[in-house]
């Protein structure tokens, strides 16, 4: 299994640019998630879908920030337009929920993506 | 208050030492309980995972989980140079709702040979 696959690794823009960021799912997995990570504040959680449908987006930090999971195997968070306040590590994990008796919530990240807006 | 606290450190210890890393929490609902291990440039990858109370063991790393005291714990024993990374802890409730795990601040280790 290749696992969570990112796109770009990196990415340099300057302000006011659109920025797309692209995740490749693990086959199979019913949720995805896209996170935000910096020095100063963590790991975030900005959106999360379960079957493509978008399920919880209070992290969104505002109207600049979306996120689209057109099907399975593919997912976009955009950002339009970019401010250098957004430079940080974006990472895009997903899970398979289990049904079992005891549930797991295990995520698998990918790589990320690096994001300098200057 | 957040509702996962975690020290970010950096904490600093010689090869061989035990380590204790740490997180309290407020939510009482949780029920998962995970460690994952973050190095440079990478993605967080998961270390341990528990449910419910009580402790699990893993060749050098042992997860504790006091619920009563909302408090987890990660030992790390005879640490190695290539234990130095970010260990960030998270925890969830029971499925059934949602995947959503609420992930600590991190703690940056370093083991120096």
Redesign the interface.
Known sequence: DAG?IQSPRHEVTEMGQEVTLRCKPISGHD?L?WYRQTMMR??E?LI?F?NNVP??DSGMPEDRFSAKMPNASFSTLKIQPSEPRDSAVY?C?S?L??RGR???????????T?LSVL | QKEVEQDPGPLSVPEGAIVSLNCTYSNSAFQYFMWYRQYSRKGPELLMYTYSSGNKEDGRFTAQVDKSSKYISLFIRDSQPSDSATYLCAMSRPSGNTGKLIFGQGTTLQVKP
């Open positions: 969570v949720y998630f963590g790991l959680l999360y379960n399920i919880d990472f994990a899970s929920r289990d005891i549930a797991k919530n295990i995520q698998y990240f990918g790589a990320g690096r």
